[in-house]
C-alpha cells in the first residue's frame, strides 16, 4: 500500500507571498492532521480534517488554513508568509479514530 | 508547564545494550501514547502505540505506561547503530481526533 505523499517536497517564498501545499493519505485514511516542525518549537499540531470537516485546530493565527477533498486529500495554504513560517510541514493520515498517523515526507518551506 | 516532557539527551547506549526512553505527559485524560522515531532529515515513523497501562511488547521494543503517574516509556531491546535516530514521544487528549502533542524528543546514539 502506497505511503502518504506530499508535494511539493521544497519550497522556497518571498516575504507576503502565499503558498499551498497538498497531502495525499494513505488509501482508505480518511482523516489528515498537519503539523509544522522547527529546530526550536518542535512539532506543532495545526489542524485535522476528517470527512471534509475541519475537527480539530490548534493555536495557529487564521494565515494558516486548510481544506480536504472528498478524495481526502488535503491542502493547507500560508498567506502573507512570514520568516517565521520557515519550517517542516508535515501531514499524517490515519483512519476515522484519526489515532495511529502515519507521516507524509514532508515540504520544506523558505520563507525569504 | 510544558504538555509533554522528555528528556532532550543525547542518550548514549553501547551496541547490545538496552535504550531506556521516557516522556511525561500533564494532561491527566489523556488516552492515547505515540512512539515515534525519526531519523536525521526523515519524517517521524511510527513505532508503537499504547492505550492500556502496562506493558505492550513489539520485537525489540516494549512500550509502558502508567497512567496514575502520567508516564510513558519506550525500551529498545539488544541496541543497534541503526536505532540512532530522535524518539518523539506523542498524546492525544481525550476526545481529540486527530490532534497529537509531542515532546520535544530524546535523541539516541547506540555506540558500536
Known amino acids: 500500500k502506497a505511503g502518504v505523499t506530499q508535494t511539493p517536497r521544497y519550497l522556497i517564498k518571498t516575504r507576503g507571498q502565499q503558498v499551498t501545499l497538498s497531502c495525499s493519505p494513505i488509501s482508505g485514511h480518511r482523516s489528515v492532521s498537519w503539523y509544522q516542525q522547527t529546530p526550536g518549537q518542535g512539532l506543532q499540531f495545526l489542524f485535522e480534517y476528517f470527512s471534509e470537516t475541519q475537527r480539530n485546530k490548534g493555536n495557529f493565527p487564521g494565515r494558516f488554513s486548510g481544506r480536504q477533498f472528498s478524495n481526502s486529500r488535503s491542502e493547507m495554504n500560508v498567506s502573507t508568509l512570514e520568516l517565521g513560517d520557515s519550517a517542516l510541514y508535515l501531514c499524517?493520515?490515519?483512519?476515522?479514530?484519526?489515532?495511529?498517523?502515519?507521516f507524509g515526507p514532508g515540504t520544506r518551506l523558505t520563507v525569504t | 508547564q510544558k504538555e509533554v516532557e522528555q528528556n532532550s539527551g543525547p542518550l548514549s547506549v553501547p551496541e547490545g545494550a538496552i535504550a531506556s526512553l521516557n516522556c511525561t505527559y500533564s494532561d491527566r485524560g489523556s488516552q492515547s501514547f505515540f512512539w515515534y522515531r525519526q531519523y536525521s532529515g526523515k519524517s517521524p515513523e511510527l513505532i508503537m502505540f499504547?492505550?492500556?497501562?502496562g506493558d505492550k511488547e513489539d520485537g525489540r521494543f516494549t512500550a509502558q505506561l502508567n497512567k496514575a503517574s502520567q508516564y510513558v516509556s519506550l525500551l529498545i531491546r539488544d541496541s543497534q547503530p541503526s536505532d540512532s535516530a530522535t524518539y518523539l514521544c506523542a498524546v492525544n487528549g481525550d476526545n481529540q481526533g486527530g490532534k497529537l502533542i509531542f515532546g520535544q524528543g530524546t535523541e539516541l546514539s547506540v555506540k558500536p
Open positions: 499524517a493520515s490515519s483512519h476515522s479514530t484519526g489515532l495511529e498517523q502515519y
Open positions: 499504547i492505550y492500556s497501562n
